[in-house]
């Protein structure tokens, strides 16, 4: 039975399912969230150690500005509203991406982050603002300024998400089979699981059918 310590998810179909139920984009990202905590408790019975949820990419940036807007609103009063719980629950928050928003943003993610940074039951990584290619490119530009010598060991030193393990799972929602610029480096050995649910529709029930998968298939990683 394979171990499994952590889990990363593009939550794909929030906009789909909106308008399909509601007419509306942003009802579909409100409903999102109802979603996230269905994952946040089934990861902890699950043990899952970390949980990384692709939130928003530097390709996001491209819709429209009033959609922009609710999201970053709905992000700011899901923190607000629910930091004090996960700290409660010993949930641990990080930030990968550039923190890149408003003032009034990045003061709240660096708080949820400090708050939570000495918490073990779960660590969240919520990418916002993140994009594989430009990680990768970074973490390069910086290991060469500090003239180590090239090699995996010392790169992903540099990676935003070092001290992190790579995912063990990749699960994608929305019926959609790509990876959308996200973790390339670090889901090389991830297996992959693509849902033809839209991320709103998704339940524990989904979720622990993944993990079940998960732990019966055989891992070779390049060995027979």
């Known amino acids: 039975m394979n171990p499994l310590n952590?889990?990363?998810?593009?939550?794909?179909?929030?906009?789909?399912?909106?308008?399909?139920?509601?007419?509306?984009?942003?009802?579909?990202?409100?409903?999102?969230?109802?979603?996230?905590?269905?994952?946040?408790?089934?990861?902890?019975?699950?043990?899952?150690?970390?949980?990384?949820?692709?939130a928003f990419s530097t390709e996001n940036w491209k819709r429209p500005k009033k959609e922009i807007n609710y999201l970053f609103n709905l992000l700011e009063i899901f923190l607000k509203n629910k930091i004090n719980d996960l700290h409660k629950k010993n949930i641990k928050l990080k930030i990968i991406g550039i923190k890149n928003f408003?003032?009034?943003?990045?003061?709240?993610?660096?708080?949820?982050?400090?708050?939570?940074?000495?918490?073990?039951?779960?660590?969240?990584?919520?990418?916002?603002?993140?994009?594989?290619k430009s990680e990768l490119m970074n973490a390069f530009k910086q290991l060469q300024k500090t003239k180590k010598n090239l090699n995996e060991?010392?790169?992903?030193?540099y990676l935003q998400t070092r001290n992190i393990p790579d995912?063990?799972?990749?699960?994608?929602?929305?019926?959609?089979?790509?990876?959308?610029?996200?973790?390339?480096?670090?889901?090389?050995?991830?297996?992959?699981?693509?849902?033809?649910k839209l991320w709103p529709d998704f339940n524990e029930k989904?979720?622990?059918?993944?993990?079940?998968?998960?732990?019966?298939?055989k891992r070779n990683f390049g060995n027979v």
């Not at 179909?13 to 969230?33: F, M, Q």
């Not at 060991?153 to 030193?157: G, L, W, Y």
């Open 6 to 54: 952590h889990v990363a998810i593009i939550m794909d179909g929030n906009g789909r399912w909106g308008l399909k139920h509601k007419k509306s984009r942003n009802a579909g990202h409100k409903a999102g969230l109802n979603s996230v905590e269905k994952i946040i408790r089934a990861s902890i019975k699950n043990n899952i150690k970390y949980l990384t949820l692709f």
């Open 153 to 157: 060991k010392n790169f992903i030193k």
């Open 206 to 217: 989904d979720y622990n059918k993944i993990i079940k998968k998960f732990k019966s298939i």
């Open 102 to 132: 408003s003032s009034k943003l990045n003061k709240l993610l660096i708080f949820s982050e400090n708050k939570t940074k000495t918490n073990k039951k779960l660590q969240i990584n919520l990418a916002l603002n993140y994009g594989s």
């Open 167 to 196: 995912p063990d799972i990749l699960i994608r929602t929305g019926n959609t089979h790509r990876l959308s610029n996200f973790l390339l480096w670090q889901i090389a050995y991830a297996e992959i699981f693509f849902v033809k």
